[in-house]
């Protein structure tokens, strides 16, 4: 939670462009402030728009929010983008391939 946070943040203040941080920062803060976490899952992407397990994370963190249209785009791009999961296979289908 929020130690993790915290160093994610420290990375930050050295590489603000670090997607790999912003993605695993956003994860930490996802539980305590979802609007961070999106901020930060937001601007992995924006640094690295074709890391699909971005994609995929925006997408989950999308969707325990209840954000499901969010969810379904992120998901959808994230399989375009090549991941690989058996849970995102079942998504994809569940959306209709």
């Known amino acids: ?13 050295i590489d603000p462009n670090d997607a790999a941080a912003l993605l695993q920062r956003g994860l930490a803060l996802l539980p305590t402030d979802p609007a961070a ?8 992407i924006r640094v690295s728009p074709n ?6 994370t925006r997408g989950q963190a999308q969707e325990k929010l209840g954000r499901r249209e969010a969810a379904s785009a992120d998901y959808r791009r994230a399989f375009e983008l090549g ?12 959306l209709g391939g």
Do not use: M, T
């Not at 939670?1 to 203040?13: D, N, P, Q, T, Y």
């Not at 999106?38 to 992995?44: E, H, P």
């Not at 890391?51 to 995929?56: D, E, I, L, Q, S």
């Not at 991941?83 to 569940?94: C, S, T, V």
């Open 51 to 56: 890391w699909a397990a971005a994609w995929a």
């Open 1 to 13: 939670g929020a130690e993790a946070a915290a160093s994610f943040g420290k990375v930050l203040r």
């Open 37 to 44: 976490a999106l901020r930060d899952l937001d601007a992995a």
């Open 83 to 94: 991941y690989q999961g058996p849970w995102l296979n079942r998504k994809i289908e569940a």
